[in-house]
């Protein structure tokens, strides 16, 4: 009896929008007793909550047919996501109408949990971007490439690989930074040649040489 209700409520919720229905209206609607409804369904919150339950639940099933392994699983859970939640003209089926509209007039407890099983189905489709994923795939005006092609310029490209390390050429010698010795000339050849300089004993004293003895200079009577 809860399916026949469920599957008779859900086009008269799409139809009229649940802040407009009563249980009054809708047990009228779908020609069943009103303590008939109430017994099953004591509010029309739960009724609304548990028709949103099973359309997630039914949309998590068909994502978990895709392995987590697959090639390019994320992209395949969109597709199924898609063809799962649109009918073949391209809009949504009436369970998903009433998720993307009427979940918000439920009480903050049953929200809660609606809210909280749609982020994880978003998480399978498109993780870490799971909320723009279900708001371009809940967009009617979308199409499958157009999402795919949102998907892959938010996917970083690969670093380019590392050019081959080139080998490395053996350092010079240091340059001696030492003074060349002075070039010494021969008085008699007037070639040049590298001075030697002669080492000098620590011990050695270096007596000075006199200085040279000028020729006398001729009186005037000379």
């Known amino acids: 009896m809860e399916?026949?209700?469920?599957?008779a409520a859900k086009p008269v919720l799409v139809?009229?929008?649940?802040?407009?229905?009563?249980?009054?209206?809708?047990a009228y609607a779908i020609r069943l007793p009103a303590a008939t409804l109430r017994r099953h369904f004591p509010d029309l919150d739960g009724l609304l909550g548990e028709l949103l339950h099973r359309h997630l639940r039914a949309?998590?099933?068909?994502?978990g047919k895709i392995p987590h392994d697959a090639p390019n699983c994320q992209a395949a859970r969109r597709a199924a996501y898609l063809a799962f939640t649109r009918t073949p003209y391209g809009g949504h089926t009436d369970a998903h109408i009433l998720l993307l509209r009427d979940r918000h007039a439920l009480p903050p407890d049953l929200a809660e949990s609606v809210e909280a099983i749609?982020?994880?189905?978003?998480?399978?489709?498109?993780?870490?971007?799971?909320?723009l994923a279900l708001a371009m795939l809940d967009t009617p005006c979308t199409d499958l490439k157009q999402i795919e092609t949102m998907f892959a310029a938010l996917t970083p490209a690969p670093a380019p690989a590392a050019p081959p390390e080139a080998?490395?050429?053996?350092a010079p010698p240091p340059l001696s930074t030492a003074l060349p010795p002075p070039l010494?000339?021969?008085?008699?050849?007037?070639?040049?040649?590298?001075?030697?300089?002669?080492?000098?004993?620590?011990?050695t004293t270096v007596t000075p040489r006199p200085p040279p003895k000028l020729p006398a200079r001729a009186s005037p009577e000379e």
């Not at 139809?15 to 809708?26: D, E, F, K, M, Q």
């Not at 949309?59 to 994502?63: A, C, G, P, R, Y």
């Open 3 to 7: 399916d026949h209700i469920l599957q």
């Open 15 to 26: 139809r009229n929008a649940r802040i407009y229905t009563s249980v009054a209206g809708l």
């Open 59 to 63: 949309i998590s099933d068909e994502l």
């Open 118 to 131: 749609r982020q994880s189905i978003g998480d399978l489709l498109a993780y870490p971007h799971g909320p």
């Open 184 to 203: 010494k000339r021969h008085l008699l050849t007037g070639t040049t040649s590298l001075a030697q300089p002669t080492p000098i004993s620590p011990h």
């Open 167 to 170: 080998p490395k050429e053996p």
